[in-house]
């Protein structure tokens, strides 16, 4: 009998000890999810400001800072003037990437001389909520209301041609760009590396985020969804060589669109950061560009 109750009590303790490690197994995937939902925000937006850059901005004549009010946050960027002030001229606005801010890019954009490519037009960008010296925090819904209120903001300007806007997005950009382009009347769409849905970009890193496991994630950036209502012509860049967007995601967006251009993917080593200095995508752009100059929307 005494024997017999050892055994009972050694299953006991088995059973309690693989109680505690399935109990254990939980709270640990547990915290990892919540972990994991926390850190989310710091994977996608990366918000930092040049300092130098805005300062020296301001010394350039093509240069004019732009303050926009979006939910009683005011939105800080800038507009590159093409053409002469007074004048009601086409323009592209621009949704950066992740680790950009509008300061920068349109620092390199005037020591780059890009402006040649973008021959007729004036050029746009606004950091997002929590970038450069725009308030707020950034996030999906802050972001696709801050890109209504930009395009908006634009139609109003005196010195825009409202029937010649033409929507650009580099990287993450280009989920906000899609989605600019699907509810308002556009000129155009260019996307640069862009990508079909959030989660494509969460398996390409961790092949894990099927049925429930879905729910962990907190951005969609869904713009499979939005492409397929966007009424203007489409221009998808990509390369073969992008190690952070597959090609294959670009050309599954692209053959979303209803109406778009051939897609350029890339074939000579061209890298995630480097597209805007490759003569073959300038010259892709500034063709698109041109040709729409000549159409009515």
């Given at each position: 009998?005494?024997?017999?109750?050892?055994?009972?009590?050694?299953?006991?303790?088995?059973?309690?000890?693989?109680?505690?490690?399935?109990?254990?197994?939980?709270?640990?995937?547990?915290?990892?999810c919540?972990?994991?939902?926390?850190?989310?925000?710091?994977?996608?937006?990366?918000?930092?400001?040049?300092?130098?850059?805005?300062?020296?901005?301001?010394?350039?004549?093509?240069?004019?800072?732009?303050?926009?009010?979006?939910e009683?946050?005011?939105?800080?960027?800038?507009?590159?003037?093409?053409?002469?002030?007074?004048?009601?001229?086409?323009?592209?606005?621009?949704?950066?990437?992740?680790?950009?801010?509008?300061?920068?890019?349109?620092?390199?954009?005037?020591?780059e001389?890009?402006?040649?490519?973008?021959?007729?037009?004036?050029?746009?960008?606004?950091?997002?909520p929590?970038?450069g010296y725009?308030?707020?925090?950034?996030?999906?819904?802050?972001?696709?209301?801050?890109?209504?209120?930009?395009?908006?903001?634009?139609?109003?300007?005196?010195?825009?041609?409202?029937?010649?806007?033409?929507?650009?997005?580099?990287?993450?950009?280009?989920?906000?760009?899609?989605?600019?382009?699907?509810?308002?009347?556009?000129?155009?769409?260019?996307?640069?590396?862009?990508?079909?849905?959030?989660?494509?970009?969460?398996?390409?890193?961790?092949?894990?985020?099927?049925?429930?496991?879905?729910?962990?994630?907190?951005?969609?950036?869904?713009?499979?969804?939005?492409?397929?209502?966007?009424?203007?012509?489409?221009?998808?860049?990509?390369?073969?060589?992008?190690?952070?967007?597959?090609?294959?995601?670009?050309?599954?967006?692209?053959?979303?669109?209803?109406?778009?251009?051939?897609?350029?993917?890339?074939?000579?080593?061209?890298?995630?950061?480097?597209?805007?200095?490759?003569?073959?995508?300038?010259?892709?752009?500034?063709?698109?560009?041109?040709?729409?100059?000549?159409?009515?929307?």
């Amino acid at each position: 009998m005494k024997k017999e109750k050892e055994v009972k009590e050694e299953k006991h303790k088995v059973k309690l000890k693989l109680k505690y490690k399935i109990l254990i197994f939980f709270i640990a995937v547990l915290i990892g999810c919540l972990g994991f939902r926390y850190i989310q925000k710091d994977l996608w937006f990366h918000p930092w400001n040049d300092y130098r850059s805005h300062k020296q901005l301001k010394k350039i004549d093509e240069f004019e800072e732009i303050n926009i009010m979006s939910e009683g946050r005011k939105l800080d960027g800038w507009m590159y003037y093409n053409n002469p002030r007074g004048v009601k001229s086409p323009l592209v606005i621009f949704f950066e990437g992740n680790a950009q801010n509008s300061s920068r890019f349109m620092s390199i954009f005037y020591t780059e001389d890009y402006g040649r490519y973008f021959d007729g037009y004036n050029f746009l960008v606004i950091d997002y909520p929590g970038f450069g010296y725009s308030e707020g925090k950034p996030g999906e819904e802050e972001i696709f209301t801050a890109t209504d209120d930009i395009y908006d903001w634009a139609t109003r300007n005196p010195d825009v041609d409202a029937n010649k806007i033409v929507i650009m997005g580099y990287s993450i950009g280009t989920g906000f760009a899609t989605y600019c382009a699907s509810e308002k009347n556009a000129n155009g769409l260019i996307l640069i590396a862009p990508y079909d849905e959030a989660m494509s970009l969460y398996n390409n890193a961790i092949n894990s985020f099927y049925g429930p496991m879905r729910s962990l994630a907190t951005y969609r950036f869904n713009s499979l969804l939005y492409a397929k209502t966007v009424e203007t012509v489409a221009q998808v860049i990509t390369s073969y060589d992008d190690e952070v967007i597959d090609f294959s995601l670009s050309q599954k967006l692209n053959d979303a669109f209803k109406n778009h251009k051939d897609i350029l993917i890339l074939n000579d080593g061209t890298k995630h950061s480097y597209y805007l200095g490759n003569e073959t995508v300038m010259n892709t752009i500034y063709a698109f560009l041109q040709e729409r100059l000549n159409v009515e929307e």
